[in-house]
Antibody, heavy 118, light 110 residues
């Protein structure tokens, strides 16, 4: 059973960089069948796709975030990571990592709340 | 973009429910698959996959859930609503990036 777990600071100051890591267990992140993605949900609001990455490092980003966004992968640690720079209060959200194949997310992490506040 | 049935949807236990999802663009790929997926987010939980590629039930999903439609119009049906089905239902289009979720439909039990 594949499991994903987000980790990282729960509080980030405005203008700084939000960093989260997703650790995958129960399966290899180097599988050529899957991409690994991030989705976020502001408090009380809907879901927003952030982007995803293949084990080779090939990435797909949401154009609305692309200028501030970086997603990377570390196959040796079975982890992938999200970095979002120049954050504002609008970036406050629960951030989910998930596995994706054929355009659908079949396994999700439990989510990590990141609050942007001074 | 994507428009879903208005919230809330209030349904009595044992009754059927239907949620609509309409895309401004066709989600039918030349491979014959519709790149439209359905998720349920129960209160306090992460979303989980219900239906993928338009009409395929995800592993472990009860057979009272079904997905149908093609092109731009899709429907999620629950044949007999149970109390455990409460939550927010999202459709998501994934024919090409950026993937986009609908605004969500909240299902309540009468």
């Amino acid at each position: 059973q594949v499991q994903l777990q987000e980790s990282g600071p729960g509080l980030v100051k405005p203008s700084q960089t939000l960093s989260l890591t997703c650790t995958v267990s129960g399966g290899s992140i180097s599988s050529d069948d899957y991409y690994w993605g991030w989705i976020r949900q502001p408090p009380g609001k809907g879901l927003e796709w952030i982007g995803h990455i293949y084990y080779s490092g090939n990435t797909f980003y949401n154009p609305s975030l692309e200028s501030r966004l970086s997603i990377s992968i570390d196959t040796s640690k079975n982890q992938f990571s999200l970095r979002l720079s120049s954050v504002t209060a609008a970036d406050t959200a629960v951030y989910y990592c998930a596995r994706t194949s054929w355009g659908y997310f079949d396994y999700w992490g439990q989510g990590a709340l990141v609050t942007v506040s001074s | 973009d994507i428009v879903m049935t208005q919230s809330p949807l209030s349904v009595a236990p044992g009754e059927p429910a239907s949620i609509s999802c309409r895309s401004s663009q066709s989600l039918l790929h030349y491979n014959g698959y519709n790149y439209l997926n359905w998720y349920l987010q129960k209160p306090g939980q992460s979303p989980h996959l219900l239906i993928y590629l338009g009409s395929n039930r995800a592993s472990g999903v009860p057979d009272r859930f079904s997905g149908s439609g093609s092109g731009t119009d899709f429907t999620l049906k629950i044949s007999r609503v149970e109390a455990e089905d409460v939550g927010i239902y999202y459709c998501m289009k994934a024919l090409q990036t950026p993937y986009t979720f609908g605004q969500g439909t909240r299902l309540e039990i009468k």
